[in-house]
């Protein structure tokens, strides 16, 4: 063993006597005062002496206890600097911040995401991979939650009823341009009637006949 290897395996070892000394006997960690040790031990224990008095939920430590008091309170002390909520938990608020500062970016068309997993999703809309096939039929699509909504065409299942009439159809976008066509004419002026409409046939068609009935093509 070289002079170098004995200097960094000296320094390490002072670095859990002198500035870490309380040491865990179950696993490597090491803590400045002997409480954080203690606590921490309780891991390894399965110890929750500190428990809440409203719900019952136990903790290891004093401060995990106090953190979760707060839920049953009005207090928010973690404050959003960028706009006006407030948060209990420190967590929540650094889960709340990543709304502004979206860190996950689209390298084609540069859309911004706060999480990956919502930026995975996204990228495949930019891909040829139609990774959700309908086993009932040849269509295909890139999300598990389009192929789902979908199949209802074939299983007969309409999710979306219209609370104004008794139509009801399998995908909520079909339902919100049955309600633009048939139902909000009775609150709208003729000119935003005609806008609702000309939206509608740049969106998907929709057929209205003599009668008043709308046929919205199911997929």
């Known amino acids: 063993m070289n002079d170098n290897t004995m200097s960094n395996l000296a320094g390490s070892q002072n670095t859990h006597t002198v500035d870490r000394p309380y040491l865990c006997n179950v696993c490597d960690k090491s803590?400045?005062?002997?409480y954080n040790l203690t606590d921490h031990q309780r891991?390894?224990?399965?110890?929750?002496p500190y428990l809440c008095n409203v719900c019952y939920k136990s903790f290891t430590c004093s401060s995990g206890l106090?953190?979760?008091?707060?839920?049953h309170t009005n207090v928010r002390p973690y404050l959003c600097d960028l706009c006006d909520k407030s948060f209990k938990q420190n967590c929540k608020l650094i889960e709340h911040q990543?709304?502004?500062?979206?860190?996950?970016?689209?390298?084609?068309?540069?859309?911004?995401?706060?999480s990956s997993s919502s930026l995975t999703k996204h990228s495949l809309t930019h891909?040829?991979?139609?990774?959700?096939?309908c086993d009932l039929c040849d269509k295909s699509f890139t999300r598990e939650y389009n192929l789902q909504e979908h199949q209802w065409v074939h299983t007969g299942n309409k999710r979306y009823p219209c609370d104004v009439c008794e139509k009801s159809y399998t995908k909520k976008c079909n339902l919100t341009k049955h309600q633009e066509i048939r139902h909000m004419g009775e609150i709208l002026n003729p000119q935003d009637v005609c806008e609702i409409l000309f939206d509608t046939i740049k969106t998907g068609p929709i057929f209205v006949d003599l009668n008043g009935e709308d046929t919205i093509p199911e997929n």
Do not use: D, Q
């Open 43 to 48: 891991i390894h224990t399965g110890e929750r």
């Open 98 to 114: 990543k709304i502004h500062t979206r860190p996950w970016l689209c390298n084609v068309c540069n859309m911004s995401y706060i």
């Open 31 to 34: 803590f400045k005062k002997k």
């Open 127 to 133: 891909s040829t991979m139609r990774p959700y096939p």
């Open 66 to 71: 106090a953190k979760h008091k707060l839920t």
